[in-house]
């Protein structure tokens, strides 16, 4: 199976139902598997005192993350027409619900999967409630211990998920390369033996086209209209033609990958004769002489007696003559 590539919009849309439809046009041109978003209501996601952190903070000003949120959230009236507009776009639908009204709402849109953002991961109600819902999950698990995780895990499994990929994650805006930390992701696949991915906060699409080669099978990456726009995440996405670019390089390493067997490809079958070497007579040989390192060689082309058998025709004698440069016979 390909590898199944989100393209996360999030909060990018800034609170703005046509630019939330042009970042799915945007999306589907550069042919991601899905389009995520985030859907809250912002009273019941923040309290009036939680701050924002320091990447959604605006340079010199100090904002509550309530006051964000309400700046950034749409309607639930929004969702079902961008929803719409997916479907008729061709391309999946995908939003992680913050409180339970929404993912209530989110569960009656239909939609065929459930990702658990990182900063869910401690919260047992959340992770019950997203069990009981009986479709495939994706798990963020930035910011988490890997006691965290397997708690995370035993919850879903308790409440009956079979579906699960487990993604690692580092929850910074942008990620320093430092910090990324890919071979977690090679842990997190042999503890809890089921698919693992990758979300990406990095600069760049070098990181996430690493982890496919790792082998990862679900790859997020935030993706935005402009970085110059105002907002939270915008400075740490990919811009419309570097998503394309990251999809194309994906599904070139993934090709590339291949199905892991040791044997010539069909396309350097006919290199072979060419680039290999055979037994030659080093001069001219007469029937009846005996091959020895004095009058054999090794050269190309590759379709004679193969130099692996070079021992096997020391010591024996020419059935004719040879001419010089001539692949020996037996």
């Known amino acids: 199976m390909s590898v199944y590539i989100i393209a996360e919009a999030g ?11 042009e970042l799915v046009d945007k999306a589907k041109e550069a042919g991601v598997d899905c389009i995520k978003f985030q859907t809250f209501v912002s009273k019941k996601l923040a309290s009036k005192k939680a701050q924002t952190a320091t990447y959604q903070s605006k340079q010199g000003q100090v904002e509550s993350q ?4 309400k700046r950034l959230e749409l309607s639930f009236e929004a969702f079902v027409e961008l929803h719409n507009y997916c479907m008729e776009r061709g391309i999946e639908f995908l939003s992680t619900g913050f409180d339970f009204d929404s993912i209530n709402f989110l569960d009656q849109l239909g939609m065929s999967r459930w990702k658990i953002p990182s900063g869910e991961i401690t919260n047992l109600p959340y992770l019950v409630k997203i069990a009981t819902l ?3 999950i994706i798990l963020s698990t930035g910011m988490a211990t890997m006691d965290d995780v397997t708690a995370a895990v035993g919850v879903l499994k308790t409440h ?3 579906d699960l990929t487990i993604l690692h994650c ?8 430092g910090e990324v930390n890919l071979r977690a992701m090679e842990t997190l696949r042999n503890q809890f033996k089921v698919p693992v991915g990758y979300s990406d906060h990095t600069m760049g699409i070098e990181v996430p086209v690493a982890a496919v080669a790792m082998g990862a099978k679900v ?8 970085r110059t726009m105002e907002g939270p995440d915008h400075q740490a996405s990919l811009e419309p033609n570097e998503l394309a670019k990251m999809v194309q390089s994906i599904r070139h390493i993934e090709t590339a990958l291949g199905d ?8 350097e079958q006919k290199n072979m004769t060419v680039a290999r070497k055979s037994i030659v007579a080093k001069k001219n040989i007469q029937a009846g002489e005996v091959f020895s390192d004095e009058n054999l060689t090794v050269k190309r082309p590759g379709h004679g007696i193969s130099p692996m058998k070079w021992f096997d025709i020391l010591g024996t004698k020419a059935t004719r ?3 010089e440069d001539e692949l020996i016979e037996q």
């Open 11 to 21: 909060v990018n849309h800034n609170g703005d139902l046509e630019i939330a439809k």
């Open 66 to 69: 309530l006051d964000m949120l």
């Open 134 to 136: 009986n479709k495939p």
């Open 160 to 162: 009956g998920v079979e």
């Open 170 to 177: 580092t929850t910074e805006y942008p990620t320093p390369y």
């Open 219 to 226: 790859i997020e990456k935030h993706f935005t209209l402009d």
């Open 260 to 267: 892991g067997v040791k044997e010539p490809s069909p396309s």
């Open 321 to 323: 003559d040879f001419l």
